[in-house]
């Protein structure tokens, strides 16, 4: 009799372990960019909180926005912008939980391009990842810049990388706006240089990535989104406080030189923040340029939610981006 009652509750132990263990498992997907250095490590500092994190690296914002949407992922790194996106489609089902990073996109020219206002970019070839953050940034302070849009020619590129920097080489384009490493490379390679036009002097300061959760999953397994929230704060910390580490780990998840990477860290910030006026302004500043048809200010108070933050770090949403 008590065998039987040691067996079954060693049953009952390893069932109720198994469903630990399975609710444990996230999904996470990320884009490869330098400036997500943290989220390539995150995986290895969420283990300290039990959680077992499956990372999928994407190469752009609209590919994490449809995963989460579709449920093909749980957690998810997506632009400020997505916030604007996923409400002109009336998707909610999710909340915005911490920040990731800001800064990171700017706008390259070729060497021997002039452009000190926006509006001396019109007639211009400039390249782009369609429907990307830093294309619809792009176009927002250039159309508020006083440039006129219809007489900017973008060129399209998926998802940067070689064609679009042989392009800029090669002189079929003027110049780029895009994501680290690409402007780096750019740089060191010698036929490209950053802009005076920069991306971030406005109320956005260019708030980047910001990290995303499916709305049932949070729901369902809060214990591993706040544990994927303490390991991100681990991980950006760990990583603002060792710049070799950071170094290090964005060549190798980028595939980029030393060179390259050691130019294109300074022109972004690892930050947990999550910045809610910034936010704001982006979804003001896109409407007012129509590059949405609806102005989703009121989808940053519904949908950022420092709950996990604050508990994560004993702080008020105030010293964490919040108002």
């Keep these: 009799m008590r065998k039987a009652a040691i067996a079954t509750a060693l049953l009952v132990a390893t069932a109720w372990a198994t469903q630990a263990q399975a609710a444990d498992k996230v999904r996470f997907a990320y884009t490869v960019q330098v400036h997500q250095a943290n989220m390539m490590v995150l995986a290895d500092y969420a283990k300290k909180y039990g959680v077992d994190l499956e990372p999928v690296p994407m190469r752009r914002y609209a590919d994490q926005q449809l995963a989460l949407m579709t449920n093909q992922v749980d957690v998810a790194v997506m632009g400020y912008v997505n916030i604007g996106l996923m409400q002109e489609k009336g998707f909610g089902d999710y909340h915005a939980i911490a920040g990731v990073f800001t800064g990171g996109q700017s706008l390259t020219l070729a060497k021997g391009v002039k452009a000190t206002k926006w509006k001396d970019l019109e007639g211009l070839r400039i390249g782009t990842a369609p429907n990307s953050y830093v294309e619809l940034l792009f176009k927002a302070s250039a159309e508020l810049g006083g440039a006129d849009l219809t007489k900017i020619h973008t060129v399209s590129f998926t998802a940067g990388g070689p064609p679009l920097l042989d392009a800029l080489k090669n002189h079929q384009i003027d110049g780029f706006a895009s994501w680290e ?99 704001k302004a982006l979804m003001g500043m896109l409407h007012k340029a129509k590059l949405t048809q609806i102005d989703a200010t009121p989808a940053v108070d519904q949908h950022f939610d420092y709950s996990l933050l604050e508990e994560a770090t004993g702080k008020p949403k105030g010293q964490l981006g919040g108002e």
């Design 181 to 279: 490493p690409n402007n780096a490379a750019a740089e060191v390679g010698g036929f490209g240089y950053y802009s005076s036009l920069d991306l971030s002097e406005n109320p956005t300061h260019n708030v980047n990535g910001l990290l995303t959760v499916s709305a049932d999953f949070l729901k369902s397994h809060r214990a591993a989104v706040l544990g994927v929230v303490r390991a991100a704060i681990d991980a950006t910390n760990a990583l603002n406080g060792d710049p070799g580490k950071f170094t290090e780990v964005a060549m190798k998840g980028t595939g980029s030189s030393l060179d390259v990477v050691k130019v294109a860290i300074p022109r972004g910030k690892l930050d947990y923040r999550l910045y809610s006026r910034e936010a």
